[in-house]
């Protein structure tokens, strides 16, 4: 049977021929919706775990740190291989969270990118007001805000040594106050940090002593670089366009650096889940198990095989391996068809998740700045405080991320639409609980992400 297509306009097939006989008004929506399916997130329960493993990773980067300015648990009182060796190896993973955030915002970011050019919906100016907004609204105030704590701890506190670099703590190994100014504070605010510019010989520092801003300006051009290669790449694009995204991308590579080119392609594992085949039946009930014993045991053996520590601005095979073995623990997570979560447990997930963009970005400084205050007068020596003390500042730490989200991150909807309403006209207006759903809500993480 032989079928002629007389006119299509808006994707409905408005007059079809068949040996004669006209079929008009025939909608293919169905189809065009079946195309982009593949691009959505989650909902119910994978959602929810989406959730808490984006609030997970923020905490566990905080219990990194939180357990090195503190002195908890220092590996050398431990027997290899020892329960407490294990014990401290697992809190001390931060690097490997890292890893969590940028899979998981390749998943989430990338998706939306990739649905709303399906749907023929791609806007230049609306991906970076919503990259913008979802970045700036936390950025902005834990720059002042981290500028503010780290020059009252030099100057107040009695704590030279942890200020200087001075003390073998991981986390402040540098000198504080020269990267406490104004150029470098700007530099961060346009995601320079950790990028060596032309006709430099160093790359520029983060800001003060908040050390995690470096996987922010990663996230930053990751975003920039995915829509380069989603236009270099797509088959329906005109020839000009996708040789000017190329051109683009090749400069991005260059001006980026070997560094967050080639981590870019762990962010890319995330954008990668959206092509793989849903996940059979007979498999989905033990997926999710088995994948969490393959990634506890990648997560010991990594350790051990290479303890990572602090990488910054450093590229190791066990990045890579980690990041498949999180994709693979994705996959199995996004197809996970468990029994329903309690709506508590879903909204503390949902709330874990909206938060842990700020719990990530404030909290440094705050525990440095507590580690100082507590420490006892005298000689300085990095001793381990007592259990009461520490358990103290992480408390604080933790509610002080809170005020700030509740402040500004909680804010992001209300002013990514008073900013659309500028230069659009909008037809909604997004609430506040909307803008908190979740994954599917494509902010993204955290990473970014």
């Known amino acids: 049977m032989n079928w002629i297509v007389l006119f299509s306009r808006g994707g409905v097939l408005t007059h079809i021929q068949d040996t004669g006989t006209a079929v008009t008004d025939l909608r293919i929506r169905d189809l065009k919706r079946a195309s982009t399916e593949r691009f959505k997130t989650p909902r119910g329960t994978a959602s929810v775990y989406l959730d808490a ?5 923020a905490f566990g ?3 990194h740190h939180w357990q090195d300015i503190f002195s908890f648990g220092d590996s050398s009182k431990f027997r290899r291989l020892s329960f407490e060796y294990w014990l401290h190896a697992f809190i001390g993973l931060g690097h490997q969270w890292v890893v969590v955030f940028f899979v998981m915002s390749g998943y989430l970011v990338g998706g939306t990118v990739l649905r709303s050019v399906a749907d023929n919906r791609w806007s230049l100016s609306k991906y970076v007001l919503a990259r913008g907004t979802r970045l700036y609204i936390v950025l902005i105030p834990a720059l002042f805000l981290g500028a503010l704590i780290d020059w009252s701890g030099i100057h107040f506190l009695h704590a030279a040594p942890l200020y200087s670099g001075q003390t073998d703590i991981a986390s402040v190994h540098f000198d504080v106050a020269s990267r406490l100014n104004l150029s470098t504070g700007i530099e961060n605010g346009f995601f320079l940090q950790t990028i060596r510019l032309p006709f430099t010989s160093n790359p520029i520092p983060t800001f003060g002593s908040n050390g995690p801003l470096w996987s922010l300006a990663y996230e930053l051009w990751f975003y920039v670089g995915f829509p380069l290669l989603v236009f270099t790449l797509r088959p329906a694009g005109r020839l000009s366009m996708r040789l000017s995204c190329l051109g683009l991308l090749v400069i991005w590579v260059f001006f980026t650096g070997p560094v967050i080119s080639t981590l870019w392609l762990i962010w890319l594992l995330g ?3 959206h092509f793989m085949p849903p996940l059979s039946a007979n498999w989905n009930g033990f997926a999710l198990p ?6 506890v045991a990648a997560v010991f053996f990594l350790k051990a095989a290479h303890p990572l520590g602090e990488m910054v601005g450093k590229v190791y095979w066990t990045d890579f391996v980690f990041g498949v073995v999180i994709a693979v623990f994705l996959y199995a997570l996004i197809h996970w068809k468990g029994h329903t979560v309690p709506a508590y447990a879903s909204s503390f997930a949902q709330h874990a998740a909206a938060s842990s963009y700020t719990l990530y970005l404030v909290h440094l400084p705050a525990l440095i700045f507590l580690r100082g205050l507590l420490q006892p007068p005298g000689a300085w020596t ?6 009461k003390s520490a358990l103290l500042a992480i408390m604080i730490v933790i509610s002080y991320a809170q005020l700030v ?3 500004f991150e909680r804010q992001t909807a209300q002013a990514r639409h008073w900013l659309e309403a500028c230069f659009w006209e909008t037809e909604t207006v997004p609430t506040n609980a909307t803008a908190q759903r979740g994954p599917g809500d494509g902010n993204g993480n955290k990473l970014a992400q």
Do not use: E, H, Q
Request: glycine share 4%; hydrophobic share 70%.
């Open 53 to 57: 493993l984006r609030g997970l990773a």
């Open 61 to 63: 980067v905080l219990i």
């Open 271 to 273: 954008v990668a889940l």
């Open 290 to 295: 088995f994948a969490s014993i393959v990634l």
């Open 382 to 387: 990095r001793t381990a405080f007592d259990i």
């Open 405 to 407: 989200y509740y402040l």
